[in-house]
């Protein structure tokens, strides 16, 4: 039977036609996980203005033209927003994410419900520890960030099961959570990084297949690396991260900002609240 909501990824910068985010109902900081929530650990939290700005999200992504999925916020999952952690597109499959926080543990079934719902195909990654913000997609290349919430056997077991990729570990500093965090592709040849996340041989490794954007210290706490790339050279991009912003429009980047600065308190920003479920290839 021909699944309902046709699904394809194949990178992390062609057009993005479907993504499925989830709405901060119950959104809450209740710890200090990686250092863009410590910047923020002495501002007060304000959730309708998270509710605001992610309905703006929401509208701004609406408006290029792309459908956006809406999974139901569950009152025990206080950082649901972050969609992109409980999976990842890989051509047709949907890989479903084996959560590493207790507090997250759950979210992947929620998804899961709607992945059977819609007759979305799905393989539930289950066994070791791996989330979506550590995986980045570049065709037949896969990058994985080793981190506190993805293990080394995950990543040989997701390269065990595909044989036609070539899957790459990027160990990271585990402060900064997810490869996300530090590193992103944002087109075919050129990646967002924070140099300091990295030691010289993964930086080394990323150099050989991507031009290295930097992005300074003061941006990565306000999450500059995690931009969206919605195709044709299109990102989101916060306000606030003044510098790369215009190193991207160097770059001849159509930038396209959006404030979720209330959002990001909790530590993630637009590629750790989108989970993108079809790319034009």
């Not at 039977?1 to 985010?21: D, Y």
């Not at 087109?187 to 991507?210: G, R, V, W």
């Not at 992005?215 to 999450?223: C, K, L, W």
């Not at 159509?254 to 637009?270: A, H, L, N, R, Y």
Request: aromatic share 8%.
């Amino acid at each position: 039977m021909k699944p309902s909501v046709e699904s394809s990824c194949t990178s992390e910068f062609n057009k993005l036609k479907r993504v499925i985010l989830c709405e901060p109902t119950y959104m809450s900081i209740e710890g200090k996980i990686n250092e863009t929530q410590k910047k923020f650990k002495d501002d007060e939290f304000h959730l309708d203005t998270a509710i605001k700005q992610h309905e703006n999200l929401v509208n701004t992504l609406q408006k290029q033209g792309i459908e956006v999925i809406s999974l139901p916020p569950e009152k025990n999952f206080t950082e649901q927003v972050f969609t992109r952690d409980i999976g990842f597109t890989l051509g047709e499959m949907v890989f479903v994410a084996e959560m590493a926080q207790g507090a997250r543990k759950g979210e992947e079934n929620v998804l899961i419900d709607w992945l059977k719902r819609e007759g979305v195909p799905y393989y539930n990654l289950t066994g070791n520890v791996i989330e979506g913000g550590d995986v980045m997609i570049h065709g037949k290349k896969i990058f994985v960030g080793l981190s506190s919430r993805t293990n080394q056997q995950a990543i040989d077991n997701l390269q065990s099961r595909l044989q036609e990729y070539k899957v790459y570990t990027v160990p990271i500093d585990e402060k900064y959570l997810h490869l996300d965090c530090v590193f992103n592709i944002i087109s075919e040849t050129e990646a967002l990084y924070f140099p300091k996340a990295f030691t010289e041989k993964e930086i080394q490794l990323l150099a050989e297949h991507f031009t290295l954007i930097e992005v300074n210290e003061r941006e990565q706490f306000t999450m500059g690396t995690n931009v969206l790339s919605l195709g044709d050279k299109k990102v989101l991009s916060l306000p606030v991260n003044k510098e790369l912003n215009d190193q991207l429009r160097k770059r001849d980047f159509d930038v396209i900002e959006v404030d979720i600065s209330e959002i990001i308190k909790s530590g993630g920003s637009f590629r750790c609240c989108t989970l993108p479920i079809l790319r034009e290839s």
